[in-house]
């Protein structure tokens, strides 16, 4: 905890997130399938194409970056990753805009709590974590606060989050 | 598309269900949308190795589901304003998942009509895979 402790409260640049057509087509067409273009790509006045409420949350912000790695896994969760394996328990997302098509969005990260819980195959860490998402016009458009569990060795093949 | 009307709403509603089965096709083309590649969603042995008994659903494609289920549902009038949601259980790919809703509280403060949905996912075995999850939507008025 000690180590885990010097990431606490200090919000850094995740990454930068540039939403066009195609971005949001992808993940229209992922979540909504054969009805994306009926059901998920409404558009503004100006004729911009809205991206699905959640999308700006999902996508990865180093887009472009370091997908190589060995595991792949999203870069949020790597950053723990050297304590144990990092799995998702919550997410809360707080919509204040919608996304649309020519917006640049910036991602600011904090780690916000860390915190021991006692679960049915052991004791857990857990990791409260909020996401900004930040317009052009450096207003916020979304909050992603979002609980991470970092489990220990001997926990990794018991995933099933009810443990808890 | 439904057109739903905030003041035809009443507590305790469902909200339309469907159910929907997770295969290694929709997890890739996720993963390619979100540049999210953690190899546990699409490569079988890499999750086996990690103890799993397969490829697993990414838990955040799991809220952007039930995002659709919830839109096509209240169509264009509502729009999400807070999604939260707790991940209980794997999904895991060739599971058939059924995603269901309901109406808890709906509300019109300053002039806005706001609608608390509680919803939930289970999987072919009614293991709970979503719970405490919520979506908070608001409503603009329709013309009759």
């Known amino acids: ?164 | 598309l439904s057109q739903l009307n905030f003041d035809d709403l009443e507590i305790g509603q469902s909200i339309t269900p469907y159910q929907k089965e997770i295969t290694l096709v929709q997890n890739v083309m996720y993963a390619s949308a979100t540049w999210d590649f953690f190899r546990i969603h699409y490569d079988a042995e890499y999750a086996r190795n990690k103890g799993l008994k397969g490829p697993v659903c990414d838990g955040q494609m799991l809220g952007a589901l039930l995002v659709r289920m919830v839109s096509e549902w209240a169509g264009e009038a509502a729009s999400l304003k807070r999604l939260k949601l707790s991940y209980k259980k794997m999904a895991y790919v060739g599971d058939t998942l059924k995603f269901t809703g309901r109406v808890r509280c709906k509300s019109s403060v300053n002039c806005e009509n706001q609608v608390i949905c509680e919803l939930s996912i289970e999987n072919q075995k009614g293991e709970i895979i979503v719970s405490d999850a919520e979506a908070v939507l608001s409503f603009r008025s329709i013309e009759k």
Request: hydrophobic share 35%; aromatic share 8%.
């Open chain 1, 1 to 164: 905890l000690e180590t885990l402790n010097k990431l606490l409260n200090k919000e850094e640049v995740l990454g930068e997130i540039s939403i066009d057509s195609s971005t949001i087509a992808r993940f229209s067409q992922a979540i909504f399938g054969a009805d994306s273009q009926r059901l998920a790509q409404p558009k503004d006045p100006e004729g911009k194409t809205i991206a699905p409420p959640t999308l700006i949350f999902e996508i990865n912000p180093t887009f472009g970056g370091d997908i190589n790695g060995s595991d792949g896994s999203y870069p949020s969760l790597r950053v723990l990753s050297q304590f144990g394996e990092v799995i998702r328990a919550s997410n809360q997302y707080e919509i204040l805009r919608r996304v649309r098509e020519g917006d640049v969005i910036t991602v600011y990260r904090r780690f916000d709590k860390i915190y021991k819980k006692q679960g049915k195959t052991g004791i857990m860490t857990f990791v409260d974590t909020q996401l900004r998402y930040i317009d052009e016009n450096h207003n916020t458009i979304g909050i992603n606060r979002e609980t991470l569990i970092i489990l220990h060795k001997d926990q990794i093949s018991t995933k099933d989050r009810a443990e808890t």
